[in-house]
Nanobody, 119 residues
């Protein structure tokens, strides 16, 4: 199965920017969508942004206009550019890939990277 490795988290002041990157290892199976989810303390994991292999994107309402997701299919990478960050964006961010194996779509997850936005 595909392995996902994230990078780019950190501490930033409100109004600042961060860029998250995720690299997917080679896999015998195809990858459908790739995206980013986040989980804040005491809250459920939620979708931040997702991008399909054809480039179609969708975003959580809370990040529209501030975050941009991009993908390089040839390199199996996905990135999340986060601008105008707010304290409520503080969370662990997880890279996600939908891998299509012999049995259907499987969700694969990275280890997570911490994003902290100070006020």
């Amino acid at each position: 199965q595909v392995q996902l490795v994230e990078s780019g988290g950190g501490l930033v002041q409100a109004g600042g920017s961060l860029r998250l990157s995720c690299v997917a290892s080679r896999s015998r199976f195809s990858i459908n969508s790739m995206g980013w989810y986040r989980q804040a303390p005491g809250k459920q994991r939620e979708l931040v942004a997702k991008i399909r292999s054809d480039g179609y994107t969708n975003y959580a309402d809370s990040v529209k206009g501030r975050f941009t997701i991009s993908r390089d299919n040839a390199k199996n990478t996905v990135a999340l550019q986060m601008n105008s960050l707010k304290p409520e964006d503080t969370a662990i961010y997880y890279c996600n890939a939908e891998e299509r194996d012999y049995f259907g779509l499987r969700d694969r997850w990275g280890q997570g990277t911490q994003v902290t936005v100070s006020s």
